[in-house]
Every structure is written in C-alpha cells, then in structure tokens.
C-alpha cells in the first residue's frame, strides 16, 4: 500500500531554512517520480519541485536556487531543502506520487514564514 508522510514543517522567519521530508512506502522512491506541491489559502494546489527516477529536477521560477529536491534511496525518503525563505512561500507542502498513473499524496505539513 502506498503512503506518504510528510515533516518538518513549521514557523520560520525570513530568509531563514526548513528542510521537509517525505517518507515513502509500498513503493521504491527510486522507481518513481516524486514531486512536492504547495497550497496556500484560497489557492490552488502548485508544483514546487519534482525529480525523476532518473534523478533529473525541475523547480518552479519562484523558488529556483533557492530550493533543492533531494531523495534518499536508502531511507526511500524524499526531501525538500528551503532556504532564503520568504512570505509568499507560506503554505501547506504536499508530497506526490504516482506510480501505476494513479495519484497519490500526503496529509501535508504547514510552512509558514514570518516577514
């Protein structure tokens, strides 16, 4: 059964960092695109960052050089480096898969970024 769980999330101020984690199981994180989302309120739901099973990356305009997708084969653990945190990156982070072309997401973490 797939399962995502998402962490470290949490209150930052400006220009500080979090790193955010997605532990997967049911499925190798090596095999699979992942990739991580955002929300904000009354917004929809965004593409942040994703890396292929080949391990290419690809990053939105708004956080380029700023953030880093990263996964750990061993502890089949995605992760999400941010840094230079800003306000407008306020908002609930979700982690996504989908293998078999079926979605699948986390329960999301909170990040929020004090000014």
């Known amino acids: 059964q797939v399962r995502l769980v998402e962490s470290g999330g949490g209150l930052v101020q400006a220009g500080g960092s979090l790193r955010l984690s997605c532990a997967a199981s049911g499925f190798r994180v090596s095999f699979q695109s992942m990739g991580w989302y955002r929300q904000a309120p009354g917004q929809q739901r965004d593409l942040v960052a994703s890396i292929t099973d080949g391990g290419n990356t690809n990053y939105a305009d708004s956080v380029k050089g700023r953030f880093t997708i990263s996964r750990d084969n061993v502890k089949n653990t995605v992760y999400l480096q941010m840094n230079s945190l800003k306000p407008e990156d306020t908002a609930v982070y979700y982690c996504?898969?989908?293998?078999?072309?079926?979605?699948?997401w986390g329960q999301g973490t909170q990040v929020t970024v004090s000014s």
């Open positions: 996504h898969t989908n293998p078999g072309w079926q979605n699948y």
